[in-house]
């Protein structure tokens, strides 16, 4: 008897596969995006505005964006100076930095938040000499950085060592005996081959920076117009019941979502494109 090959399912299996995934994301993904935008406008499209310009609502966007913008670039930089190192290099301790880089996605956020509440709190390891020097960073502005940066730092390097390594340095090694230094390999050879999967790294980190909750609540103090990102006025706004707020702020988050998700899709479109044109 001939073992049916992969892809030859029946139409009705197809069919009904179809039917539950579609079943699935309308349950999980397009309801609740539906839900967000129909609470934030219910009562019109006044108090939604009313709510979007508040000074706290503000204060939160301006700082969710500040620390996508700090925390975005050094992401970048460690993840093309790790993954090259990873792909390209030979040295002690490599297995251990693949393991490291790993480590957020397996610690809770709540737990990497205290983390830095133990090093940096006024009862930490470093406190004292923080209180000291006039320095503060927890329940601060750069307490949130710290640990934004920790939470989204694997995402633009764990795009790009896979393509890396599938690459090879084959390029490079061609470009040094032509002549080029380290930084004309880099640019010239480097960037344009993985310059898609960059993008696409840049895309998922700035889209968890913006969204962090557990780890930005533990080291921001909750201070209103000074400490809170989106994630966490949304919070504070329904758990005063002003569901309106709530919901106008999430929905601006869920609207960052969409387009992430929109920009996600056709990098990915020009990344395949750019890969089948290639072999």
């Not at 699935?24 to 934030?40: G, I, N, R």
């Not at 909750?213 to 994630?231: D, L, Q, Y």
């Not at 758990?239 to 702020?249: H, I």
Request: with cysteine.
């Amino acid at each position: 008897m001939t073992q049916r090959s992969v892809g030859t399912e029946t139409r009705p299996t197809q069919v009904i596969l179809i039917l539950l995934a579609l079943a699935f994301l309308a349950f999980f993904l397009v309801m609740p995006l539906l839900a967000v935008f129909s609470e934030a406008l219910k009562q019109g499209l006044e108090p939604f505005l009313e709510a979007v310009v508040n000074p706290d609502a503000l204060a939160a966007i301006k700082l969710t964006l500040l620390i996508a913008a700090i925390s975005v670039p050094l992401n970048v930089i460690f993840g093309l100076a790790a993954s090259w190192a990873i792909t390209k290099f030979s040295f002690p301790g490599k297995n251990l930095l693949l393991t490291l880089i790993d480590l957020p996605f397996s610690v809770s956020p709540v737990v990497s938040g205290l983390i830095f509440v133990l090093l940096f709190g006024a009862q930490g390891l470093l406190g004292p000499w923080l209180a000291e020097h006039d320095l503060k960073i927890i329940f601060a502005v750069p307490g949130i950085i710290l640990a934004t940066v920790f939470i989204t730092f694997p995402f633009v390097a764990r795009e790009l060592i896979p393509l890396m390594m599938e690459q090879g340095k084959d390029d490079e090694e061609a470009a040094v005996s032509l002549g080029a230094n380290g930084w004309q390999t880099f640019w010239h050879v480097t960037l344009p081959n993985i310059r898609w999967g960059l993008l696409y790294g840049v895309l998922l980190c700035n889209a968890r920076a913006m969204g962090e909750f557990g780890a930005v609540s533990v080291v921001s103090g909750h201070i209103r117009g000074e400490t809170n990102t989106m994630p966490l006025h949304v919070e504070i706004l329904y758990n005063e019941y002003d569901f309106v707020g709530a919901f106008a702020v999430a929905s601006l988050l869920a609207a960052l979502a969409l387009v992430t998700l929109v920009l996600k899709s056709v990098l990915e479109w020009r990344f395949d494109l750019h890969s089948g044109a290639k072999h």
